[in-house]
Nanobody
Framework: QVHLVESGGGLVQAGGSLRLSCAASGIIFSINNMAWYRQAPGKQREMVASIRRSGSTDYADSVKGRFAISRDNAKQTVYLQMNSLKPEDTAVYYC?????????WGQGTQVTVSS
């Protein structure tokens, strides 16, 4: 069974940076395309960045140029480097397969950006 554990969130001022990590187990990590999603209060969960098993990446327009997704297959971990954070980036961040996420989600990590 897939198990995803996100970490690295916190409270940061606008313009600051955070690096999120997500450790995966129960899957053959290297063959899966992975992604970071976020869900802000009162909004639907959205995918903000994805990385294919080839290493190629895609980003939502709202984070393009500010966020960078990467992966370490040996550690079965996916990362999200977030720079130039804005208050509208405030959300709970999750990782999962992307697209077509697994049914099981981790607990997420809260990112709060103050203005």
């Amino acid at each position: 069974q897939v198990h995803l554990v996100e970490s690295g969130g916190g409270l940061v001022q606008a313009g600051g940076s955070l690096r999120l990590s997500c450790a995966a187990s129960g899957i053959i990590f290297s063959i899966n395309n992975m992604a970071w999603y976020r869900q802000a209060p009162g909004k639907q969960r959205e995918m903000v960045a994805s990385i294919r098993r080839s290493g190629s990446t895609d980003y939502a327009d709202s984070v393009k140029g500010r966020f960078a997704i990467s992966r370490d297959n040996a550690k079965q971990t996916v990362y999200l480097q977030m720079n130039s954070l804005k208050p509208e980036d405030t959300a709970v961040y999750y990782c999962n397969r992307g697209p077509n996420p697994f049914d099981s989600w981790g607990q997420g990590t809260q990112v709060t950006v103050s203005s």
